[in-house]
């Protein structure tokens, strides 16, 4: 009788070791979600460095004229009345020089 009972319980240990390394909720599937989770928190971070530079961005916007002239310089190439304007245009790589070689 001892032996029956000691022989159910060691099956049933290993029904549970079984169920804790390959089940659903296993040690496996855990170790899986943590990764993911770590992945998720680093995407998390780049997006949340972004989400300050643009905020940041717009407080500029909102409150200084400095930014505005800035923005207009660079993406829309406004120059002042009083300026003159000089584009500098780099040689096209396609072309090239002839050395006389």
């Not at 159910?8 to 989770?37: M, N």
């Not at 500029?60 to 923005?71: H, S, V, W």
Request: aromatic share 4%.
């Amino acid at each position: 009788m001892l032996r029956l009972v000691a022989l159910i319980l060691l099956a049933l240990l290993l029904a549970l070791g079984v169920k804790l390394w390959a089940g659903d909720w296993g040690l496996r599937e855990i170790a899986r979600l943590q990764g993911q989770i770590a992945m998720q928190k680093a995407e998390n971070a780049k997006l949340k460095q972004r989400n300050d530079a643009l905020a940041a961005d717009v407080e500029d916007l909102r409150n200084g004229k400095d930014a505005i002239e800035e923005r207009a310089r660079t993406e829309l190439g406004l120059i002042k009345p009083d300026e003159i304007f000089y584009q500098v245009v780099d040689p096209d790589p396609a072309v090239k020089k002839n050395d006389g070689h």
